[in-house]
């Protein structure tokens, strides 16, 4: 999935990033007491990093990076009819929301469900198509025999 464009945390880092041939300095200090040698980010007094967003990134990268073991996933059997289809994309979206299954394995679910509807759609069109071809041809036998 592509990363949101009105992301703000997103859009601040780039926009620090970008005007960094500006030579304000970041007003905080290291751990050691010695200025931080970071640039300021633009119209502000810090970094990126003494600005708390460094850390806020930390965050999001540490639940992108969650683990994902096939064990935590409840098993699904291959869908039959449609309602099938239902019950495994709902299972799917619960298993992404709480980050046991992982979103690329869902996007291909997703895709795949898509895929067997559209061939059910056929298959079920088929179907009707036959039962009125053979109505069809019953009618003419009747009127051909008069
Ligand atoms: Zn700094």
């Given amino acids: 999935m592509r990363a949101s464009k009105a992301d703000p945390l997103r859009a601040r880092l780039t926009r620090g990033e970008s005007r960094s041939h500006e030579t304000k300095r970041c007003a905080a200090k290291t ?48 869908p039959e009819n449609s309602g099938d289809v239902l019950k495994v994309l709902s299972q799917v979206i619960g298993e992404v929301h709480d980050l046991r299954l992982e979103p690329r394995v869902a996007n291909s679910l997703a895709y795949l469900s898509s895929a067997y509807l559209s061939a059910l759609q056929v298959a079920d069109l088929d179907e009707r198509l036959k039962a009125l071809e053979a109505r069809h041809d019953v009618l003419q036998k009747v009127r051909g025999g008069r």
């Fill in 31 to 78: 751990r050691k007491g010695t200025p931080c040698p970071n640039r300021a980010m633009t119209g502000k007094t810090r970094c990126n990093f003494h600005s708390g967003l460094a850390s806020l990134a930390g965050q999001r990268g540490g639940r992108r990076r969650a683990r994902y073991s096939a064990e935590d996933l409840a098993p699904i059997t291959p």
